[in-house]
């Protein structure tokens, strides 16, 4: 079974609106729909579930009946940072997935994953117990000097890099155990991480899987704006 867990429970702040921004609505659609109706067209995934801010969980419920997203199965609390959110979920997957099944993981304000990262995250995983979506970094990275800020006499080459985002895959017995290790011992749940940066720091190896630029996280009032550039250029594909 390949099971998508949606993160949807952080509140936004920084897009500075009265709600939630995975509730924003974009041409009569919630962002958090945009991103659960990829997962239901997908034919590798077989259900989903979405860790959602406290409050909200009867609203993306009411939204979920009214845009016909069949596959979501249950809705769990989210935490006060993305690995607590991801946590309750990998938590509340215990006794309903089997060892080898596909823990899918996604933000859900990431609202324009496509088919084929998805298919290629998927299949990375089935193959090595993990996936990552990646993509080549396309700029310079140059090291600031501690001892002066404003200079710089050091780069990393941009060859040895890529940018990870998600959706990220993992088998479910190596995702369970890694998040009750992590929240144990205090290793790689604290401030930015995330399920694959806990991963690294906990020893284990990721596999690259496919990515794709239009992958981008509703962060701020411009990328809301890019978000309906898209949609508006690809509405026949996007407004069904």
């Avoid at 079974?1 to 995975?22: E, F, H, T, V």
């Avoid at 890529?162 to 088998?171: D, E, H, I």
Wanted: overall charge negative; some cysteine.
């Amino acid at each position: 079974m390949n099971y998508a867990l949606i993160i949807a429970g952080g509140s936004g702040n920084r897009m500075g609106q009265d709600i939630p921004k995975q509730f924003i609505n974009v041409y009569d659609k919630p962002v958090i729909i945009y991103t659960l109706e990829g997962f239901q067209r997908h034919p590798m995934i077989d259900a989903i579930d979405v860790a959602c801010l406290d409050g909200w969980h009867d609203v993306l419920r009411a939204y979920a009946n009214q845009f016909n997203i069949t596959k979501l199965q249950q809705i769990v609390s989210g935490g006060k940072s993305a690995q607590e959110s991801i946590r309750n979920g990998v938590y509340n997957l215990e006794n309903r997935l089997a060892a080898d099944d596909i823990v899918i993981i996604h933000d859900g304000i990431r609202p324009l994953v496509d088919a084929t990262v998805l298919t290629d995250v998927i299949q990375t995983a089935e193959q090595y117990g993990n996936g990552v979506t990646s993509l080549p970094y396309n700029e310079q990275i140059f090291i600031v000097n501690p001892e002066d800020e404003t200079t710089t006499s050091q780069y990393i080459p941009r060859e040895t890099l890529r940018r990870v985002s998600t959706p990220q895959a993992y088998r479910f017995d190596e995702l369970d155990r890694a998040y009750h290790e992590a929240f144990e011992k205090e290793i790689g749940i604290y401030g930015s991480s995330y399920t694959n940066t806990m991963m690294v720091e906990l020893g284990k190896k990721l596999h690259f899987a496919a990515g794709s630029d239009k992958n981008i996280k509703l962060t701020t009032k411009d990328d809301l704006e890019m978000f309906r550039g898209y949609l508006k250029k690809d509405k026949n594909t996007w407004l069904k």
